[in-house]
Nanobody, 125 residues
Framework: VQLQASGGGLVQAGGSLRLSCAVSGRTAGGYALGWFRQAPGKEREFVACIIRNGSRTVHADSVKGRFIISRNNAKNAVYLQMNSLKPEDTAVYYC???????????????????WGQGTLVTVSS
């Protein structure tokens, strides 16, 4: 399965962006999907995950209440709506497909088997 993230860019603090991730090769509905991010000089960190039918999601504490993960299996896509952006949200954002049971939320990098190339989000103060 291949994933391609898009939608990054430069935004002022307090603004919003919506990231998209297109899934190809196999149907997105066969996977739990997630978002991670890596800020300059830091390790990659978990942002959010959604199970295959979209009925359960989880968000990192750092983004809870500001970011929302969603998916559209008919379009083979997963999204990350990012609101109230802060400079500390600046990072390369990666989408990924879990290698676990698709009805289980996945939190760690080693629980994901497929990764997109990343899209850069820069939040200016």
């Amino acid at each position: 399965v291949q994933l391609q993230a898009s939608g990054g860019g430069l935004v002022q603090a307090g603004g919003s962006l919506r990231l998209s991730c297109a899934v190809s090769g196999r149907t997105a509905g066969g996977y739990a999907l997630g978002w991670f991010r890596q800020a300059p000089g830091k390790e990659r960190e978990f942002v959010a995950c959604i199970i295959r039918n979209g009925s359960r999601t989880v968000h990192a504490d750092s983004v809870k209440g500001r970011f929302i993960i969603s998916r559209n299996n008919a379009k083979n896509a997963v999204y990350l709506q990012m609101n109230s952006l802060k400079p500390e949200d600046t990072a390369v954002y990666y989408c990924a497909a879990s290698r676990l049971d698709p009805d289980i939320l996945a939190y760690t990098e080693d629980e994901y088997g497929y990764w997109g190339q990343g899209t850069l989000v820069t939040v200016s103060s």
